[in-house]
């Protein structure tokens, strides 16, 4: 038996609309400053997660580091109805929500060099052939990355599809705007400390291989932060 959907927001929505946040951008959806205003100079860290799904490590990372700005991208209303309920619930005041297709939001939302971090958490490997432009990563998906990163961001991307795993190496080694923080491996299979999802605890339990990508734009100094 199916249970109700529920609409009611217990506290502050933290959904913005795709067009509201092209529009006023990171700074203006949040209210802080961006790097080279005026104003204050500590800027909060910026950190997207792209297909947040039930939300949980997006919960941990804000819970964690309540001094971090966090946006959270999904194409389901569904689950970014349910995402803002447990936002609402848990008082996390800087994180927001935007239901849409996560490229049109990258190309739409954040100015040149301003994400400190992009989190992709296993995002569905649309495995039939036919169904390959629906994959996330993509080469205009990794050039686009590469413009929204700062010089000290990095891209984290994880997967348990051996085939998407292999085409990610070859999206992510073709685009010469980023480079592999793990090189001369392509991926890891375990990061310690990582957060782990109860989907990624069940892929585990069945036997499936963890693929863990983390780049960085060309040039940028050698360092990785596994957290926010």
Known sequence: M????????????????LEEA????????????SPGDDGPEDVPKR??????GRGEF????AAAAPEVEFLGIEVSFKRTLKMARKVARAGLKRVRLI???AESAIQRVFARGELDAIWINFSDPWPKVRHGHRRVIRPDFAANAARVLAPGGHLYIATDDVPYAHQMNEVLTAETELENVYAPWPFLPEVPGRIQTSYEEQWRAEGRPMHFFAYRPRGAAPTVEPAE
Do not use: H
């Open 2 to 17: 199916s249970r109700t959907l529920k609409y009611d927001i217990p506290g502050e929505d933290p959904r913005v609309s």
């Open 22 to 33: 092209a529009e006023k951008g990171w700074a203006g959806i949040f209210g802080t400053p």
């Open 47 to 52: 950190v997207l997660e792209i297909g947040f």
């Open 58 to 61: 997006l919960l941990e990372m």
């Open 99 to 101: 239901e849409a297709p």
